[in-house]
Nanobody
């Protein structure tokens, strides 16, 4: 069982930056594929970014809304994955969730139902 804990959320003005961090514990199987989702009030939980570690290579994937502004990174030794968010917009306001999954399939990276473990979420609020 993998336990995920997020940190780093907060309130920021539009155009500002925030860095989210997710720490994994409790297991080693299920942390090679870790990413971030977000959920705004009244909306579905949506994919933001994913980091996959395979054969000493890290692959990253981004939602269109995150490309060019967000960067996902990982520290395998510490079992952490971070999300650096720049040029934030009010529409980025949401609860951000860290997620991990045991198996990778590129066709399902945006589908929240294929993730096995979730953090409790951290609030990000971007004011205009």
């Amino acid at each position: 069982q993998v336990h995920l804990v997020e940190s780093g959320g907060g309130l920021v003005q539009a155009g500002g930056s925030l860095r989210l961090s997710c720490a994994a514990s409790g297991g080693t199987f299920g942390t090679d594929v870790m990413g971030w989702f977000r959920q705004a009030p009244g909306n579905e939980r949506e994919f933001v970014a994913l980091s996959r570690w395979s054969g000493d290579i890290t692959y990253t994937y981004y939602a269109d809304s995150a490309k060019g502004r967000f960067t996902i990174s990982r520290d395998n030794a510490k079992k952490t994955v971070d999300l650096q968010m720049n040029s934030l917009k009010p529409e980025d306001t949401a609860i951000y969730y860290c997620a991990a999954r045991r198996l990778f399939a590129i066709a399902t990276i945006r589908d929240k139902n294929y993730y096995d473990f979730w953090g409790q979420g951290t609030q990000v609020t971007v004011s205009s």
